[in-house]
């Protein structure tokens, strides 16, 4: 029994490791069979559409690394324990599946393009979603590394199983792998971008094709995205907690003088600063730079 971590922990330890093992199990013959049928897909698909789904990709995911589109307005918690982060986090799962859901509905009753339209649609909605999840857990989305922590995550999640264990490592080991990030202004530089929306697709390819069938467009498309906000949301809260139970192996149990729920109204409890960013991107609008908060900028 480790003793520097309370009940709850130790009990989402276990799940956290039930989930790793299945996160990493090896591809069957299933996915083997279904990853080279999306590859010879790909292969037929013209050039021109594959760069532009890229490009609508990698507007999306720029926007949300480098403007404050994306931002929560609200700090994140502070002086929450484990068990009550968790609970606020499903609570804003539940809202973001319905959300999308009515959105895949809407979108899968409008026909073929409505349907196309709902591929950048729900990458907004579900990068909304994370970076909610991430001052839910604590961490600020104005220092950049945190998105890139927010980037991570969304691979993870839509990701086929040979991309996963790096994936998983970079998350599980965040202070090093924080270390070895490239530039502020040079990290787009560094993404595969189509790889990124091959995988992307790949994962959601076949729910969001049954959207485009007439008759059934509507139900399928809630029910997909439904299903897609759900995986995201079990991948993205399990993250949090593996960097909440590495930062409460270095801390030490904090004070539980009021339960397992912790010291929720007098909101104390340990924060975790990080050293100021080495450089920040400067292009783009509404770019929040270097050392600069929201009311320094909108001075």
């Keep these: 029994m480790n003793e520097e971590l309370s009940v709850y922990e130790q009990q989402v330890q276990r799940k956290l490791d039930h989930w790793r093992a299945g996160l990493l199990k090896p591809p069957g013959m299933i996915e083997r069979t279904s990853k080279a049928v999306q590859s010879r ?5 013209p050039e021109k559409v594959h760069a532009a789904i890229t490009s609508a990709v990698k507007g999306i995911v720029q926007t949300a690394l480098f403007s404050m589109d994306y931002i929560p307005k609200s700090e994140p918690a502070a002086g929450l324990s484990l068990a009550l982060r968790d609970k606020e986090a499903e609570d804003k799962l539940a809202f973001y599946k319905k959300l999308a859901a009515a959105e895949g509905a809407g979108a899968g009753a409008g026909g073929f393009l409505l349907g196309m339209a709902d591929f950048p649609i729900l990458i907004g909605i579900k990068m909304k979603f994370l970076f909610e999840l991430a001052h839910v857990y604590g961490h ?21 199983q040979t991309a996963r264990p790096p994936l998983y490592e970079a998350i599980a080991a965040w202070p090093q792998t924080m270390q070895s990030l490239p530039l502020t202004n040079t990290y787009a530089e560094h993404i595969d971008w ?3 929306q091959q995988e992307y697709r790949d994962t959601i390819d076949f729910r969001k094709m049954l959207q485009l069938v007439p008759g059934i467009g509507a139900v399928v498309g809630a029910w997909a995205n439904y299903g897609l906000l759900e995986e995201l949301g079990e991948t993205g809260m399990n993250c949090y907690r593996l960097r909440w139970l590495a930062e409460a192996r270095e801390r030490g149990p904090l004070p539980r003088s009021r339960g397992w729920l912790g010291d929720k109204e007098r909101g104390g409890g340990n924060t975790f600063t990080l050293p100021p960013l080495q450089d920040a991107s400067s292009s783009g609008k509404n770019i929040v730079k270097e050392g600069e908060s929201l009311e320094d900028q909108q001075d």
């Design 41 to 45: 897909i790909n292969q037929a698909i």
């Design 140 to 160: 600020s989305t104005y220092d950049y590394r945190e998105r890139l922590f927010i980037l991570h995550i969304f691979q993870l999640a839509f990701s086929g």
């Design 194 to 196: 189509r790889k990124f």
